[in-house]
């Protein structure tokens, strides 16, 4: 029988091995001034690794962390004082670091009152985010509020008692203004277009239809930097768990994994205290713009594509995919004959030599990053990620051809059957729209096509409009079901 070893704490720290990093300060002296939204793997490999390079110098601005839909990373972390284990992976090797910046955790719908008084304490100047795109309660085409979305209708009903993200922001906004805590930095860390503005623009619109007043007061006492947030952050396996159990000693109920590469790019736009993310790493730039259209077209772009193709042709993880000769081509050929061309390049990039390394770092065999992962919640993902980028292709007359196979590619997966008639797991808020066209359109890829895209939500009303986007997803969607992706990817790559 398995010998149980002692769980990672504060009491356990010293007794770790040499090689393995951990804080460089008394977790226990740790003040809260940031409560960021969406405990999830990403942020605790993210955000909260460079708020933990600063913690030696500033001990004001340690985490809590709060889930928002479901208490099992909240109990793991309570158990172990907050504390987890960063694993960094990369075919040289790995290395494990103990992360010990998350000081509380809360579980949202424990005690909304509790959490929206945390939020407005007056030693909390920043409030993060990263409760992926869906989280946000609105419409992916327009970045409008969705005002019918049960989550909003219950918020605006019960505003001391919310659920989502944006009505916990604008209750806390609203007990800071009534208690005179004054202003908040809210950042945005979730792949958005110009993710500051419509989080901006989604609090405004909810405090409007609360009051006039508290919006009045949250434009003049709130700042929505936008943020371009970028690390490959895959979901930790059981394996990794031995792994890190294996160097540590002891036993980490919650460790994280991810790529050696972390970039964070915030606009300078405060109204209150910071923490000096820039002397961790991150970049305080006048305009994020070009960063965050860089990376949302380009990496998350061609992770999408990466992700559906892949999944269909039988890749289980984006390593794989990306290893795949003719998806890896694909991807190479829609970031620079389809993408670069829509680009503003930031200052100090080579967009060429980005594309090369994005590649690289898709095929880091090292972190089995699961396709289905990627694949999840297209229908909030693909406006920014493809669809933008062909509308700008479509406006200046150029070719859609790649980026076209890559919706056709999300339009075949979201059918929730495969090339072997197996059934996929379609996870998206609108897999049951999906599953209802699917059945309708009986494997015609027209009425297919026109059936997804009716949904305004993700296509507007522009592009079914445009024949030649019309024509070539459809074009390519009938490929995909009569012939496969294999046969489809061959002669797409031999014709052009």
Known sequence: ?????????????AGLPGE??????????????IVHLGLGAFHRAHQAVCVDDLLARDPRWGICGVSMKTPRAVAALAAQDGLY????????????????????????????????????????????LTVTEKGYCHDPATGRLALAHPDIRHDLEHPDRPVSAVGFLVAALAVRRRT???ALNVVCCDNLPHNGRVLEGLVAAFAEARSPDLAT????????PCTMVDRIVPATTDADVADVERRLGVHDAAPVVAEPYFQWVIEDRFVAARPAWEEAGAEIAADVAPYEAMKLRLLNGSH???AYLGF????????????DPRLGRLVLRQMAEEIVPTLASPPGTDLARYCETLLARFRNPALPHRTAQVAMDGSQKLPQRLLATARDRLAGGGSIRHLSLAIAGWMRYATGVDERGARIEVSDPLAARFAEIAAAAHGDAGAL??????????????????????????GNLDSLLRRGVGATLADHLASG
Not at 86 to 112: C, H, Q
């Open 1 to 13: 029988m398995k010998p149980v070893r002692p769980a990672l704490s504060r009491a356990t720290l």
């Open 20 to 33: 393995v990093a951990q804080p460089r300060y008394d977790p226990g002296s740790v003040d809260v001034g």
């Open 85 to 128: 284990t960063l694993l960094v992976k990369d075919p040289s090797g790995s290395s494990a670091r103990v992360v010990g910046s998350l000081r509380e955790t809360a579980f949202a719908p424990a005690d909304p009152y509790a959490l929206v008084h945390r939020m407005a304490d007056p030693r909390v100047h920043v409030v993060t």
């Open 180 to 182: 005179g805590v004054g």
């Open 217 to 224: 007061w949250i434009a003049a006492h709130a700042a929505f």
């Open 304 to 306: 999408s594509t990466l």
């Open 312 to 323: 269909l042709v039988g890749h289980a993880t984006i390593a794989q995919a990306a290893g």
């Open 449 to 474: 096509a026109r059936g997804f895209l009716g949904i305004a939500a993700i296509f507007g009303d522009d592009l079914r409009a445009r024949p030649a986007f019309v024509d070539a997803v459809t």
